[in-house]
Nanobody
Framework: HVQLVESGGGSVQAGGSLRLSCVAS????????MAWFRQAPGKEREAVAR????????YITESVKGRFTISRDSAKNTVFLQMNSLKPEDTAMYYC????????????????WGQGTQVTVS
């Protein structure tokens, strides 16, 4: 079983930056995928970025490419989402998620979820 705890959300002005962190506890394997999703009020949850724990694979969704960066500290089972040049449309609850055996773009494929951290850009 894996538990995920996010932190780093907050309120910022447009153009500002935030760094989200997700710490995973439990058994984490090198082939596991850790990802960030977000959900704005009235909208579906969408994939933002994902990374394989022990591999170079990573993905950033087009709408945030060039502004957001995903990285990991495998020794600490932690994944980061560096968010720069934030826009009001980035306002959402951001969730960390994990799944076994490589990454997937589908929300339903992720078995483990954190409680979320709110990001508000004004």
């Amino acid at each position: 079983h894996v538990q995920l705890v996010e932190s780093g959300g907050g309120s910022v002005q447009a153009g500002g930056s935030l760094r989200l962190s997700c710490v995973a506890s439990g058994y984490i394997y090198s082939s596991d995928c850790m990802a960030w999703f977000r959900q704005a009020p009235g909208k579906e949850r969408e994939a933002v970025a994902r990374i394989v724990v022990g591999n170079v694979y990573q993905y950033i969704t087009e709408s945030v490419k060039g502004r957001f960066t995903i990285s990991r500290d495998s020794a600490k089972n932690t994944v980061f989402l560096q968010m720069n040049s934030l826009k009001p449309e980035d306002t959402a609850m951001y969730y960390c998620a994990a799944k076994r055996d490589w990454c997937s773009p589908r929300t339903g494929d992720f078995a483990y979820w954190g409680q979320g951290t709110q990001v508000t850009v004004s």
